[in-house]
């Protein structure tokens, strides 16, 4: 496709269960990026990822935040026991090479925990 | 610490009317500084991007910014501002060859017809 896809859109989630959401970058993208944006709030960033490899996770909140890039182009971003904090658009970004570069977002998936 | 900052939450404007958002920035060197743009249930779209050199940047959409230095300031413009302007607008910044972009809280626009 031409842009960041993300899946789902909207997810629904009790408090406790395990989420996971789908990022789909700009097909030849090297950089992916992960930012949670609180309501009323600017994207705060999660991760970042060089292909395959995780180089920063400085800013997911606790360990119950996950994410991958196995094959170095979708990504996963998996929170577990999700907790009604957790609730929030995550948005997913690529850029064409590593380091800094412009960055491409996606639509966002926003997360409610009930 | 690094921060970007926008004062306004909220403005309104009417349609045809001028338009400027503010953005200023605390870090210890000069970042690298954009705007983007995002309409409900859309991701961001990047307006424009401060790299260096001349300091009037001119965007996409009839959007300019003006950085200055001395103010520490990123302040996005439009002459006249059409209904479609409405959305949020979040201004960022990241050092020069770092990935990490902060990010201002954003400044939600309305456009009175």
């Known amino acids: 496709g031409a842009g960041v896809s993300q899946s789902p859109r909207y997810k629904v989630a009790k408090r406790g269960q395990d989420v996971a959401l789908r990022c789909d970058p700009i097909?030849?993208?090297?950089?992916l990026f992960w930012y949670q944006q609180a309501l009323g709030q600017g994207p705060e960033f999660l991760t970042y990822?060089?292909?395959?490899?995780?180089?920063?996770k400085s800013g997911l909140p606790s360990d119950r935040f996950f994410a991958e890039r196995p094959e170095g182009s979708v990504s996963t971003l998996k929170i577990q026991r999700t907790q009604q904090e957790d609730s929030a658009v995550y948005l997913c970004a690529s850029s064409l090479t590593g380091g800094f570069n412009e960055q491409f977002f996606g639509p966002g998936t926003r997360l409610t925990v009930l | 610490a690094q921060s970007v900052t926008q004062p306004d939450i909220h403005i309104t404007v009417s349609e045809g009317a001028s338009l400027e958002l503010r953005c200023n920035y605390s870090y210890g060197a000069t970042p690298y500084l954009f705007w983007y743009v995002q309409s409900p249930g859309q991701g961001l779209q990047l307006l424009l991007k401060?790299?260096?050199?001349?300091?009037l940047v001119q965007g996409i959409k009839g959007f300019e910014a003006e950085f200055k230095r001395s103010q520490s300031s990123f302040n996005l413009r439009k002459p006249s501002v059409h209904w479609s302007d409405a959305a949020e607008y979040f201004c960022?910044?990241?050092?020069?060859?770092?990935?990490?972009?902060?990010f201002g809280t954003g400044t939600r626009l309305k456009v009175l017809a």
């Open positions: 990822f060089q292909n395959e490899a995780q180089l920063d």
């Open positions: 401060y790299f260096s050199g001349d300091t």
């Open positions: 097909s030849g993208h090297v950089s």
């Open positions: 960022a910044a990241t050092l020069s060859g770092t990935y990490k972009y902060i």
